[in-house]
């Protein structure tokens, strides 16, 4: 929907004596002759939903005449009079004062933020914190008038004077339910779980105003979860029924760690809550069931993959974290050095053949396919992909899940897609021969393909096509080059510990016994990384460009030791030696090195 761009002006005028309009103005959204500039914002704003098509003509004239009676602004008696949808209505303000809009239905507000405003105030001036970046000095905040600027000044009332603001609008009604409904749910697991025993709770719950009987704690316990999942960085959350208690536990930069066991009576109500929420069926607890939840959390979009499995104790959840924010990284932040920056390039800018990522589940390779699209992907360029699920929409590409749900395999959907005249074709997964055959079949016919495929190395990806069928030949010539990955957790910068490699690591590193001293660093623990030693991770890679040497022994069928002789000769760098790279620029430990790939054994 495109919306002219007027001048920001205020939300809408309340005390405007409209002026009789004529028919032909109203319908046109003009103020007519004599309009006083008072109300030129009332008339911007019809002329606004007029042009977007969501209102008419007459029905801006019926609005104007309950305005003229009641002295209320425009834009609320038009949702109340059922001519518009709140949410048409934020997106046309939201363009006309130039700031992003957010749907308050679908987003939870991080509790440090709310923490920051008092709810009395909150509710006065219809303002909702969402997101506190305390590095940034950055609040999030929505409201419904960006331009209020008596509520924005006593906002500022209320945080440090170096604090900056990040305004969203958002729908009127949906922020006052909002403050009230998010407000009430402030707080900790801890007090959610005392009130739920019928304990005593801490202040912020047993104050009246912020009490809210109408929520039930079970919904305001998961979405606590979430929002505690989401702001501690994990990836995937686990609920695990045990025979005596439930145990919860969050994956962190590739690691399980528990952090609840709750009781197990806790447990059904909580999977039901899960299961609506992913619009699964609440009455099916035999069967393993997959469903989707989207949301917001932090003001920023989310989406939640469910999986249910029924075990010994009870239906085991585990819900998948996908933050369209983290999972778009530019091809200039992967890491890659310098050399492999330019393989990478090399590789890219051939135009057709068959470009494989290699790793086994949850090493980054769709992140590193996302990255790779969104820097090929112009307006010049059909980018199309098959995705089991989309994981990221990304705009311009056209996107295709398949699965059970559209009766579409990736061999079927590789033949469709080729009949949509693309460019560029991903394929999520080769699983299968036909799979396999068909992405080729498609490099041949003069696309570029990118693909994932489950092999240990970028070298031994190679024979693993041809041990599910793909013939030499037709894979000589075709495949532009292999791109092998893992993920390392990084060190924490502020609480690393230096060290001087000794003997044994200096062998693991493939450093020379006699060469100089060689710093590296092993994690410690601080508050920052909440004593982990590690925050964050990074990519290692091995990338193998196919040149015509290679393509020579790949039609020959050459053993894999004999194609890592060759690649090597051209420079080509495994996951160890990229590995032991970022252990001596200070990224990662020896010890996660060590965790991820197999290292030199020491001698006996």
């Avoid at 305004?167 to 707080?187: C, D, F, K, P, W």
């Avoid at 619009?279 to 993959?305: C, F, H, K, N, Y």
């Avoid at 080509?572 to 020896?590: K, N, Y």
């Amino acid at each position: 929907m495109n919306i002219p761009h007027l001048p920001p002006l205020a939300f809408l005028p309340t005390d405007a004596a409209a002026a009789p309009e004529t028919p032909a103005a109203a319908a046109r959204g003009q103020a007519p002759a004599g309009e006083s500039a008072s109300t030129a914002g009332t008339w911007r704003i019809g002329e606004q939903l007029c042009a977007a098509g969501l209102i008419g003509g007459d029905q801006l004239r019926i609005a104007l005449h309950e305005q003229r009676q009641h002295h209320r602004p425009l834009g609320r008696l038009l949702v109340e009079l059922g001519f518009v949808q709140e949410s048409a209505l934020r997106d046309v303000l939201a363009a006309r004062v130039g700031r992003p809009c957010v749907d308050l239905a679908v987003t939870l507000p991080a509790a440090d933020a709310l923490a920051l405003l008092p709810h009395e105030a909150a509710r006065r001036h219809r303002l909702l914190p969402l997101h506190y970046d305390a590095p940034g000095r950055l609040l999030t905040v929505a409201l419904a008038d960006a331009n209020d600027i008596v509520a924005i000044d006593r906002l500022r009332a209320h945080l440090a004077a170096d604090m900056r603001l990040d305004l969203r609008v958002a729908g009127e009604s949906e922020l006052v339910q909002a403050i009230e409904h998010h407000y009430g749910q402030a707080g900790s697991v801890d007090d959610l779980l005392r009130e739920m025993d019928g304990g005593a709770s801490s202040p912020a719950l047993t104050h009246p105003a912020l009490t809210r009987h109408d929520v039930p704690p079970v919904v305001r316990l998961v979405d606590a979860l979430i929002a505690d999942a989401v702001a501690q960085g994990a990836s995937d959350v686990h609920f695990e029924p045990e025979a005596g208690f439930l145990r919860i536990r969050y994956r962190i930069d590739g690691l399980l760690h528990q952090v609840r066991a709750l009781h197990r009576s806790r447990w059904p109500e909580m999977a039901v809550r899960l299961k609506v929420m992913a619009g699964l069926d609440i009455a099916e607890t035999r069967s393993p069931q997959d469903g989707r939840i989207g949301l917001g959390v932090g003001g920023r979009p989310i989406d939640l993959r469910v999986a249910t499995q029924p075990t010994l104790h009870g239906e085991n959840i585990v819900l998948r974290i996908l933050d369209r924010q983290k999972g778009i990284v530019p091809l200039h932040a992967l890491g890659l050095a310098a050399d492999q920056r330019t393989t990478l390039e090399r590789m890219l800018a051939r135009p057709e053949g068959l470009i494989l990522v290699t790793g086994p589940t949850g090493s980054g390779k769709t992140t590193t396919l996302y990255s790779v699209l969104s820097h090929l992907n112009t307006e010049e360029v059909n980018i199309m992909t098959l995705e089991d699920p989309v994981e990221y929409p990304l705009p311009l590409i056209r996107q295709t899940a398949v699965g059970e749900a559209s009766r579409l395999d990736f061999a079927g959907g590789v033949r469709a897609l080729l009949r949509q005249d693309p460019d560029i074709i991903l394929v999520g997964e080769i699983r299968d021969a036909d799979t396999a055959e068909m992405a080729i079949r498609a490099a041949l016919t003069g696309h570029q393909v990118f693909a994932t495929l489950h092999a240990g190395s970028a070298v031994s990806a190679i024979p693993r096509l041809m041990d599910i069928g793909i013939r030499p030949e037709l894979l000589a010539g075709n495949l532009i080059g292999i791109l092998a990955q893992r993920l390392v957790r990084r060190l924490c910068p502020q609480c690393r510990e230096p060290h001087v490699a000794d003997t044994d690591e200096r062998r693991k590193l493939g450093l020379p016994a006699d060469g100089p001293a060689a710093l590296i660093h092993h994690a410690a623990g601080c508050a920052a990384c909440n004593f982990r030693g590690y925050r964050g991770r990074s990519a290692i890679m091995e990338l193998l460009c196919i040149d015509p040497a290679l393509d020579e022994l790949v039609a020959r069928h050459a053993s894999p030791q004999a194609l890592l002789e060759q690649a090597r000769r051209g420079g080509f760098q495994t996951l160890a030696e990229d590995g032991a790279r970022r252990v001596l620029d200070g990224t990662t430990s020896l010890q996660e090195l060590g965790r991820v790939v197999a290292l030199r054994t020491p001698a006996a």
